[in-house]
Structures are given as structure tokens and as C-alpha cells.
T-cell receptor, first 114, second 111 residues
Framework: EPEVTQTPSHQVTQMGQEVILRCVPISNHLYFYWYRQILGQKVEFLVSFYNNEISEKSEIFDDQFSVERPDGSNFTLKIRSTKLEDSAMYFC????????????FGSGTRLTVV | GQSLEQPSEVTAVEGAIVQINCTYQTSGFYGLSWYQQHDGGAPTFLSYNALDGLEETGRFSSFLSRSDSYGYLLLQELQMKDSASYFCAEDRGSTLGRLYFGRGTQLTVWP
């Protein structure tokens, strides 16, 4: 049973549309993360979320992005107006910083912007 | 900026041993972890080093030398299923767990 479930597994959207990617981390962890991976490239950090607040965001995470934990369990990443370059795999992850336990990544959502 | 260097690809035969090296930036370094990723899949945690030395987990081991800003992942008794991308990832204590990933090493295991 996956510890971090993401939906949808694949989403195709038109440029300029809003998308919401969902993550359900099965645990009581406080630290959650969103990463993305453009095809064939490295995994890139987007944002970290601690105790229901953004604790850090990268330069990629601009005003078009937002994260929420609307009901205390689901964890969402919203892209307000998608661009072609937003096409990527988006992974949510949970983990405990610096504890050596590693981060558990969800199965990912493949976002294709056309 | 941040920079982790690892080879882009490595090939080996079944049963062999392979070592994937990673050099990292020293500023704020806290620990180095390794992830495996099969095509289309999620990164899967393999190992983590915060202190110098060798960590062994079954067929996989990871090594860290802080003085050399260097680590490696050692894969023994290679199997076909080990063909995947392997990423080293650095975390820095000041960044609440943000991971900086290398570009990945594509390992191909031949029969």
C-alpha cells in the first residue's frame, strides 16, 4: 500500500488553464514537499510545507503556484495559469529533515500542457 | 548556487559491482542521500549518510567523506532490475529538509 498517494496520475490541460494536483500522505508527518521533474532531467524542489505553512519555496515556485492543506489531510498544488514549460512529473513527498530516514515520494502526476 | 556532480551513465554486467560517485557543494552541508528511480516511477529512498563512513543496506552501500565533499553508492551483485537512474541528493540543515538533487546516473545492467 503506497504511503503517499497522488491524483490524478496523468493530466492533460490546455495552456492558460488552472490545474490542481492532489496528494494524500498517509501519516501524521508535519513536513511535506512538492518536487517536479521535467522529462529526462533532475528532480527539482518547488516548496516545503511545515505545520500547515510554507516554510521554503524555490525560484520556480512563483505567483502561479500555490499549496494548501484544505482539510488537514489532502495536500494540493495549484498552478493558476499553466504554461507549456510546466509540463513535468510532479511529486509530493513527506519526510523528516536531517533524520536519515529518507523522504517518501508519491507516485507522481504527469502534467502535460498543450 | 548548488551543484552536485555525478556521472551521467554507467554500464555493468549482472553479478558485477558498480560504484556511482557524487561530489557536492560544501556550504551548509548536512547529509547526502541516494535515490533510485525507474522509468516513469517515483524516486525511492536507498540510503543516507550524515557522518563519514560506510552505510550498508543489503546489496547497496553508501559512503561519505566530508573532508573530500564526496560520496558514493556501491551496488553489489548487480541484477537486471537494478537498471535505473540513481540520484544523489544533498540536504542542508538550514533549509528544513529541501533536497538538492544531482542530475542522475543512468545505470544499465547487461546480462
Amino acid at each position: 500500500e503506497p504511503e503517499v498517494t497522488q491524483t490524478p496520475s496523468h493530466q492533460v490541460t490546455q495552456m492558460g488553464q488552472e490545474v490542481i494536483l492532489r496528494c494524500v500522505p498517509i501519516s501524521n508527518h508535519l513536513y511535506f514537499y512538492w518536487y517536479r521533474q521535467i522529462l529526462g532531467q533532475k528532480v527539482e524542489f518547488l516548496v516545503s510545507f511545515y505545520n500547515n505553512e510554507i516554510s521554503e519555496k524555490s525560484e520556480i515556485f512563483d505567483d502561479q503556484f500555490s499549496v494548501e492543506r484544505p482539510d488537514g489531510s489532502n495536500f494540493t498544488l495549484k498552478i493558476r495559469s499553466t504554461k507549456l514549460e510546466d509540463s513535468a512529473m510532479y511529486f509530493c513527498a513527506r519526510g523528516i529533515p536531517g533524520q536519515g530516514y529518507g523522504y517518501t515520494f508519491g507516485s507522481g502526476t504527469r502534467l502535460t500542457v498543450v | 548556487g548548488q551543484s552536485l556532480e555525478q556521472p551521467s551513465e554507467v554500464t555493468a554486467v549482472e553479478g558485477a559491482i558498480v560504484q556511482i560517485n557524487c561530489t557536492y557543494q560544501t556550504s551548509g552541508f548536512y547529509g547526502l542521500s541516494w535515490y533510485q528511480q525507474h522509468d516513469g516511477g517515483a524516486p525511492t529512498f536507498l540510503s543516507y549518510n550524515a557522518l563519514d563512513g560506510l552505510e550498508e543496506t543489503g546489496r547497496f552501500s553508501s559512503f561519505l567523506s566530508r573532508s573530500d565533499s564526496y560520496g558514493y553508492l556501491l551496488l553489489q551483485e548487480l541484477q537486471m532490475k537494478d537498471s535505473a537512474s540513481y540520484f544523489c541528493a544533498e540536504d542542508r540543515g538550514s533549509t528544513l529538509g529541501r533536497l538538492y538533487f544531482g542530475r542522475g546516473t543512468q545505470l544499465t545492467v547487461w546480462p
